[in-house]
């Protein structure tokens, strides 16, 4: 792991870095700005970032390129951030201690700064606000789903957080908006093995193996043709309650993957998945506290929800 970084977070991000290798079969090189452009060329403008002072040591003094090869030497630099659309919505703060964060967020919002979407995502845009720039997640929420997550607001807080969905203490309640299936008999619970294949969007239904997926799917409120329908996991594996839906002939409403893959455009934010995230439970690991969130979403979500 890297020692502490010389620069501070930016636009709630940690600056990035590179070390040089102690050992290397390469001929030795002469200069800093020789290993730069041979490791780094490919990712940033070397020569302008050096002539603009962008790399620096851990002393926070500028890379310069005429400095001798250093082994073993850690730079920082700031990347140059991609243009991103905003993302429609508020984050909706429910409750803030000295230990965790819990909010509602809204679809199409990313969890945590992955691939395309970087500023465009809870912690990002928590950490600045905030002010926490240790500001973690504790937990999975899909892009596309809306609802409840819950943040450390330190690194000295998360194991213990974590700890708790890792061992399945935490209770969640999920609501989907979905097709009325004339003759399904609820509640039911739909037990199976699911797994993900690299490359592929959609997760599978692994026939005649042992079940690692258990939900509970029952029946809330009825609208004309469409249900309002409570989801309680007992396991989190990836797409569960999308996939189980599936399997019961009621696909939940606007979901990209499920029944088919569409080709959706990545800022087209007019069809939210009507899956909310909207209630969790759990003892506070910390003080023993029983504690209780409800999202302030509702169904069915519109496209600024």
């Not at 957080?161 to 299936?181: C, D, I, N």
């Not at 399997?247 to 939210?272: E, H, K």
Request: with cysteine; net charge neutral.
């Amino acid at each position: 792991m890297p020692p502490r970084s010389p620069l501070p977070q930016r636009h709630g991000l940690d600056a990035a870095w590179v070390v040089t290798p102690e050992r290397s079969e390469h001929q030795p090189w002469a200069t800093m700005a020789h290993w730069l452009n041979e490791r780094m060329s490919d990712v940033v403008d070397v020569t302008g970032f050096l002539g603009a002072e962008r790399f620096v040591y851990g002393t926070g003094a500028p890379v310069r390129g005429r400095d001798p090869y250093r082994p073993h030497t850690f730079i920082w630099f700031y990347r140059d951030l991609a243009g991103e659309t905003v993302v429609p919505g508020d984050i909706h703060l429910i409750y803030r201690d000295e230990r965790i964060v819990v909010i509602d967020k809204p679809a199409f919002l990313s969890t945590i700064p992955r691939g395309r979407h970087v500023v465009q995502s809870v912690v990002v845009r928590l950490r600045d606000q905030l002010e926490l720039p240790e500001l973690s997640p504790l937990h999975r929420l899909d892009r596309v789903t809306s609802g409840l997550v819950i943040l450390a607001t330190e690194r000295r807080w998360r194991g213990a957080y974590q700890s708790m969905f890792q061992r399945r203490e935490v209770g969640k309640t999920y609501r989907a908006l979905a097709p009325l299936l004339p003759g399904l008999e609820l509640p039911v619970t739909v037990r199976n093995h699911l797994t993900t294949r690299r490359g592929q969007w959609q997760a599978e239904v692994v026939p005649d193996a042992p079940f690692n997926a258990e939900s509970l799917i029952e029946l809330e409120t009825v609208s004309g043709a469409m249900g309002v329908y409570k989801l309680t996991p007992q396991t989190g594996r990836t797409h569960q309650l999308r996939m189980h839906m599936l399997g019961l002939g009621i696909a939940i409403s606007g979901d990209p993957l499920y029944p088919i893959v569409q080709d959706i455009a990545v800022n087209d934010f007019s069809r939210p998945l009507q899956l909310l995230a909207s209630q969790v439970r759990f003892t506070d690991p910390i003080d023993g506290e029983a504690r209780q969130f409800d999202c302030v979403r509702t169904l069915p979500l519109g496209s600024e929800a």
